[in-house]
């Protein structure tokens, strides 16, 4: 049974966390608060019973634009301000006003320079875990296709890119520099989060289409084209690391507890891709209705796990133990038992000043799972 990345942040985490971005906290002093909370979370974790353990994204604004405050050339700016930037700022006005996540308070990353990778992405976060921990760590990093499709934007990232395949190269160059250090530092999983896939073949433009997730502003191309190029990229970025330690996360949105708002479709158009890829464990959206139906991943390889949301995080209410049983034993039964992981839907915090639950719900959430896990087991 595995978490997602995030975790709800306390209060005074998100004080210290604003007063970072914003200039008016030091770096030593943020990690010495932001170290405190991972190990509320981490704690939380191991109370719940969770064979791998995450940091809750503590250090993150959010799940995808944190990269902007660790790379060289890059820079965290507010959504509001790239409204000149856009094709049709009427149309992005309205798109913002519809999420849930105050646009005011909702931060992208943009690419000014050629990118660098003079410090971690992620690596620190996986360090300090383990100096307060002995369980194995998963991290997340945010995958290579979201973050040409976040970063790159025309009129801004053109000063020193030519085009979005100009980017990815770097992009992919960075991942691989990080995954290579993750894994030498004895990360049990990592996983690449792309949870905009779905959008490609399911998003519409004016119904959260360009700003699923606040990522996704740039324009895409069609369907077949969007999904050649996202396996291209994920397949240079995962070439020649241990399969069995890495995993791609998709979902359909994380941004609101509002289900009637989220993308819908089920993971057929999707299969191609997870089948081209090196990774062994896929860590999917599963609970809510609106990914579709499990048979729908029956055309997955044969060596990849399937890490099944058992639980829909946002919905605060407890399930039966036995209805989460029966969610993984109908997986168990399309795909085997040692090939089936449990977890929740998503992550529990995607953006740090909107949490989906309260980390009360997501500890007693991730305790359900194991109670089923251990069921299952025996």
């Given at each position: 049974m595995i978490p997602h990345g995030s975790w709800p942040r306390p209060r005074w985490l998100l004080d210290a966390l604003h007063h970072h971005l914003e200039g008016r906290m030091g770096e030593e002093e943020f990690e010495e608060v932001a170290d405190d909370a991972v190990r509320l979370a981490v704690a939380a974790q191991e109370r719940a019973g969770v064979d791998l353990v995450v940091d809750g994204e503590m250090r993150r604004d959010n799940y995808s634009s944190f990269v902007a405050g660790r790379l060289q050339n890059t820079q965290l700016i507010p959504?509001?301000?790239?409204?000149?930037?856009?094709?049709?700022?009427?149309?992005?006005?309205r798109e913002l006003s519809a999420l849930d996540v105050p646009a005011s308070e909702v931060r992208h990353p943009a690419v000014f320079g050629p990118l660098g990778r003079d410090k971690p992405l992620a690596a620190h976060e996986v360090a300090f875990v383990q100096s307060i921990s002995d369980t194995p760590v998963?991290?997340?990093?945010l995958g290579p296709y979201l973050q040409t499709r976040t970063m790159?934007?025309?009129?801004?990232?053109?000063r020193a890119y030519e085009d979005r395949e100009s980017l990815a190269r770097d992009i992919v160059r960075v991942l691989r520099e990080e995954i290579a250090d993750l894994l030498a530092r004895g990360t049990a999983l990592v996983q690449l989060d792309e949870p905009v896939l779905s959008e490609v073949v399911y998003g519409e433009v004016g119904t959260g289409g360009r700003t699923f997730m606040c990522g996704a502003l740039g324009e895409k191309k069609g369907v077949d084209e969007e999904l050649a190029f996202a396996t291209?990229?994920?397949?240079?970025?995962?070439?020649?690391?241990?399969?069995e330690r890495l995993a791609l996360h998709v979902c359909r949105g994380n941004w609101t507890p509002d289900e009637s708002a989220a993308l819908s479709g089920d993971y057929r158009p999707l299969v191609p891709v997870f089948n081209s890829v090196g990774v062994q464990n896929l860590i999917l959206e599963l609970c809510t209705p609106r990914a579709g139906e499990l048979e729908a991943l029956t055309g997955i390889r044969d060596d990849q796990r399937l890490g099944v949301g058992v639980i829909n995080q946002k919905v605060a209410k407890l399930d039966p133990v036995d209805e989460v049983v029966g969610r993984a034993e109908r997986a168990i039964d399309l795909f085997g038992y040692e090939r089936v992981l449990l977890s929740p839907d998503c992550g529990f915090a995607t953006f740090a000043d909107n949490p989906i639950t309260p980390a009360k719900v997501a500890e007693a959430q991730l305790g359900l799972i194991a109670q089923a896990?251990?069921?299952l087991r025996r």
């Open positions: 959504i509001t301000d790239l409204l000149p930037y856009v094709d049709d700022p009427d149309e992005f006005a998963k991290v997340c990093l790159w934007m025309e009129c801004i990232s053109d291209e990229l994920l397949q240079e970025t995962v070439a020649g690391f241990p399969p896990r251990d069921r």
